[in-house]
């Protein structure tokens, strides 16, 4: 039997300060190399939340326009390998994410809209020892958490994006696509 939970997708943003640091490629190279498993699972091989999932590096918490790229082709040495744990897609009436959790983190996953414009999936998968005032986000966030930020499709209906984890393992994410407005297109051609 499946267990699916529905996520709240926060259409409001209250920490826009976040993301504040970008991970570079030494900084990740040097992090990810300490050969931590939980570090490894989180952002190795595969992960969403990897800066190497495209083919290069690239900073997760960077914008990047998910859905102009073919699934198949970006991972194709990934699922050759048998590493990859992501999928997207697009169907006549939405667009489809689905991916891995890390398996720590897994129950503290957000969904946050940024102005209509970029879909964002971060989660925390280590405390803050220190008891800062400051945002885990603000700082080196890897160290404490990951992140993916998604360009929506300029026809995405972000008002109503629906986010389930099943089994507290798999992320599932359908953006719906707006309706074309048949009057508006009628009305055109009829002038």
Not at 35 to 43: A, E, I, L, R, S
Not at 165 to 186: F, H, Q, W
Request: with cysteine; net charge negative; glycine share 8%.
């Amino acid at each position: 039997m499946t267990n699916c939970k529905q996520l709240e997708v926060q259409l409001q943003d209250q920490t826009p300060q976040k993301w504040g640091v970008p991970l570079t490629e030494d900084v990740f190279g040097n992090f990810i190399s300490k050969g931590n498993p939980t570090v490894q699972k989180v952002f190795g091989d595969g992960s969403l939340f990897s800066p190497l999932l495209f083919g290069k590096f690239f900073d997760p918490s960077d914008a990047f326009p998910l859905w102009d790229f073919e699934s198949e082709i970006l991972l194709s040495k990934l699922r050759s390998s048998g590493q990859s744990s992501v999928d997207w897609f697009q169907t006549a009436s939405d667009y489809v994410l689905k991916a891995e959790l890390p398996g720590i983190g897994k129950n503290s996953v957000q969904i946050y809209v940024d102005n209509g414009k970029v879909v964002e999936i971060s989660g925390q998968w280590k405390q803050q020892r220190e008891s800062e005032t400051k945002d885990w986000r603000s700082g080196h966030w890897w160290e404490h958490g990951y992140v993916r930020r998604l360009e929506l499709p300029g026809n995405a209906d972000w008002r109503n994006i629906e986010a389930h984890v099943n089994d507290d393992l798999l992320l599932d994410i359908r953006i719906p696509k707006n309706p074309l407005d048949c009057d508006t297109d009628s009305e055109s051609v009829q002038n």
